[in-house]
């Protein structure tokens, strides 16, 4: 028996009656990335039910799928045709869905090579503020004042709209795929990754655990092993790339809070306390560390880049500089006039 089911009115007249009662709505779907952000007081908007995959041609390399579609169920049939999620969005929980992964916009070990979550949506439809379905992207409707509304809802954790589909561009997977584990220290792969950055190698996910680099090759078979004989190291059959993307490495327990650090890939090795864990070839670092949010916070910023704190709270969003944030209440404004969506998850006046 199938569980598809088209929810898209009865979500709609959810929000209408939230918008004539002035109710604010806190939306989500398995609520497997609430660590992140604020915490929202609003009637609850399950978007679950809402679900299945609307249309899908591999020869296309487009998926449409219904946002409360869980991201298992997505991956499978990619899978069933030699396809994949290039972002390799993390799930973080069972029952992720394909909403949550764009509201989230959370991208995996192979972000740097691959793109975003937001590279990948083509086009969206979404239930604004003014209490209309609306439908946005190359086929009918791009933007709305200025705005690519289907790419800003990705990271935007429901704060613009309710989404209810999503289309995705999506890719072949890789003929081959072979891991590496190369003992060396953080400082002697930092400057390995950046020779190797400016070198035509088939590097899809890099990541350093304190001991080792871990290299993951793709592509060719043919360049892949001429890589693999290059770089040398030993030849990984464990699912270090998934239990990285999915937090399930021994470094991410813990008591300690839990950082992800967004850095310019050449960055030195921080001086912080607590355990670091190297991602993304340098552009990401992962912390537990007791060290006071500040601290992290300056830090981060004198290197060029910001951190965000992975638990529930005032912590769990960057500072945005004042004109930026302008964007932001403007943005907010034109879609979300009452306030109606996840009030303040992000910012406290958004």
């Given at each position: 028996?199938?569980?598809?089911?088209?929810?898209?009115?009865?979500l709609l007249?959810?929000?209408n009656q939230?918008?004539?009662?002035?109710?604010?709505?806190?939306?989500?779907?398995?609520?497997?990335?609430?660590m992140?952000?604020?915490?929202?007081?609003?009637?609850?908007?399950d978007?679950?039910g809402?679900?299945?995959?609307?249309?899908?041609?591999?020869?296309?390399?487009?998926?449409?799928?219904?946002a409360?579609?869980?991201?298992?169920?997505?991956?499978?049939?990619?899978?069933?045709?030699?396809?994949?999620l290039?972002?390799?969005?993390p799930h973080?929980?069972?029952?992720?869905?394909?909403?949550?992964?764009?509201?989230?916009?959370?991208?995996?070990?192979?972000?740097p090579?691959?793109?975003?979550?937001?590279d990948?949506v083509?086009?969206?439809?979404?239930?604004?503020?003014?209490?209309?379905?609306?439908?946005?992207?190359?086929?009918?409707?791009?933007?709305?004042?200025?705005?690519d509304?289907?790419?800003l809802?990705?990271?935007?954790?429901?704060?613009?709209g309710?989404l209810?589909?999503?289309?995705l561009?999506?890719?072949?997977?890789?003929?081959?795929?072979?891991?590496?584990?190369l003992?060396m220290?953080?400082?002697?792969?930092?400057?390995?990754?950046?020779?190797?950055?400016?070198?035509?190698?088939?590097?899809?996910?890099?990541?350093?655990?304190g001991?080792?680099?871990?290299?993951?090759l793709?592509?060719?078979?043919?360049?892949?092993?001429s890589?693999?004989?290059r770089?040398?190291?030993?030849v990984?059959?464990?699912?270090?790339?998934?239990?990285?993307?999915?937090?399930?490495?021994?470094?991410?327990?813990?008591?300690?809070?839990?950082?992800?650090?967004s850095?310019?890939i050449?960055?030195?090795?921080?001086?912080?306390?607590?355990?670091q864990?190297?991602?993304?070839?340098?552009a990401?670092?992962?912390?537990?560390?007791?060290?006071?949010a500040?601290a992290?916070?300056?830090l981060?910023a004198?290197a060029?880049?910001?951190?965000?704190?992975?638990?529930q709270?005032?912590?769990?969003s960057a500072?945005?500089?004042a004109?930026?944030?302008?964007?932001?209440?403007?943005?907010?404004?034109?879609?979300?006039?009452?306030?109606?969506?996840n009030?303040?998850?992000?910012?406290?006046?958004?």
């Amino acid at each position: 028996m199938s569980l598809d089911r088209d929810m898209s009115q009865d979500l709609l007249e959810q929000v209408n009656q939230a918008l004539n009662l002035n109710t604010p709505l806190r939306i989500q779907g398995s609520n497997s990335k609430a660590m992140l952000g604020r915490p929202v007081v609003g009637e609850l908007v399950d978007t679950r039910g809402h679900r299945g995959i609307v249309s899908y041609d591999p020869t296309e390399l487009v998926l449409t799928a219904r946002a409360g579609t869980p991201l298992q169920e997505i991956e499978a049939a990619l899978f069933e045709a030699g396809q994949m999620l290039p972002c390799e969005p993390p799930h973080l929980g069972a029952g992720a869905t394909l909403g949550g992964m764009v509201a989230a916009g959370l991208s995996g070990p192979r972000r740097p090579w691959a793109g975003s979550v937001r590279d990948y949506v083509l086009g969206t439809r979404v239930i604004t503020g003014h209490g209309k379905l609306l439908r946005f992207g190359g086929e009918v409707m791009k933007n709305v004042a200025g705005y690519d509304v289907s790419r800003l809802m990705a990271g935007s954790f429901g704060c613009l709209g309710l989404l209810t589909e999503v289309s995705l561009k999506v890719l072949p997977r890789p003929r081959q795929c072979l891991s590496l584990r190369l003992p060396m220290d953080r400082h002697q792969a930092l400057a390995e990754l950046a020779e190797w950055g400016q070198q035509p190698l088939p590097i899809s996910a890099a990541c350093h655990d304190g001991e080792a680099l871990y290299l993951r090759l793709e592509g060719g078979e043919g360049s892949v092993q001429s890589a693999r004989q290059r770089l040398g190291g030993d030849v990984l059959d464990n699912p270090f790339w998934s239990d990285l993307r999915e937090q399930r490495l021994a470094f991410f327990e813990g008591p300690e809070p839990l950082w992800r650090l967004s850095l310019p890939i050449a960055t030195a090795e921080l001086d912080l306390p607590g355990r670091q864990l190297i991602d993304w070839g340098g552009a990401q670092r992962w912390l537990k560390s007791n060290a006071p949010a500040t601290a992290i916070r300056e830090l981060a910023a004198k290197a060029g880049g910001h951190a965000i704190g992975y638990a529930q709270g005032e912590h769990s969003s960057a500072p945005l500089p004042a004109a930026l944030m302008r964007y932001h209440h403007a943005l907010k404004q034109q879609l979300d006039p009452q306030g109606l969506f996840n009030p303040g998850r992000l910012y406290p006046d958004l």
